[in-house]
Each structure stands twice: as C-alpha cells, then as structure tokens.
C-alpha cells in the first residue's frame, strides 16, 4: 500500500524556518506531481506549493520569495523549505502526490496524515 509519511511540524516563532519532508513508501512504479497543501482552523484546504516530476515549481502568491519546495526522485521524497515564517502561515499542511503503484497503469492520488505547523511568539 502506498503511503505518504511527513514530518517535520512543530512550533516556531514568526520570522523563523521550517523544513518538512514528505516520503513516498510502499512499491511503486512512478511518482508523478508532488504538493503540498495546508488548512488553517476553519478555512478550506489550499495549495501551497506543487512540483512536477521534471522539477517545475509553481506557488501560492502568499508564500512566493519564503517557501521553496524541492524533490528528490532517487529518495521518493519532497521537501517544503519555509523561511520568514508569519503566524498567517499557522495550518496543518499536508502532501500529496500522484503515483502509479506497482503492478498498475493508473494514477492515483495519495494524501499523507497532516503536521501541525505553529508559528507564534
């Protein structure tokens, strides 16, 4: 079964940065676009950033110049390097990502569990 496994939330104080990761497991034959996406209390789930297979990025104009997201095909894993962290910036952020498992010819789309990141003083 494929699963997304992030880490890297947690509490930070505005200004500061955070770096979270986001590890493709299971068998699979490819990973297409990879995000990330985050939901603040009470707000829809938004995108923050998606990288394609072939490393074009594209971002939320609210993160542009803070946030840069970056892959690793050879470890099936993404990374979102966030930098001038604001308390606007306060959400569960999730990934996601379009694989194709082994033994299939179809995408599908995998979401990982959501990590918390606070930004607070």
């Known amino acids: 079964q494929v699963q997304l496994v992030e880490s890297g939330g947690g509490l930070v104080q505005p200004g500061g940065s955070l770096r979270l990761s986001c590890a493709v497991s299971?068998?699979?034959?490819?990973?297409?676009?990879m995000g990330w996406y985050r939901q603040a209390p009470g707000k829809q789930r938004d995108l923050v950033a998606i990288?394609?297979?072939?490393?074009?990025?594209n971002y939320a104009d609210s993160v542009k110049g803070r946030f840069t997201v970056s892959r690793d095909n050879a470890k099936n894993t993404m990374y979102l390097q966030m930098n001038s962290l604001k308390p606007e910036d306060t959400a569960v952020y999730y990934c996601?990502?379009?694989?194709?498992?082994?033994?299939?010819?179809?995408?599908?789309?995998?979401w990982g569990q959501g990590t918390l990141i606070t930004v607070s003083s």
């Open positions: 996601n990502a379009r694989v194709v498992p082994a033994g299939s010819s179809i995408y599908r789309e995998v």
């Open positions: 299971g068998s699979i034959f490819s990973i297409g676009a």
């Open positions: 990288i394609t297979s072939g490393g074009r990025v």
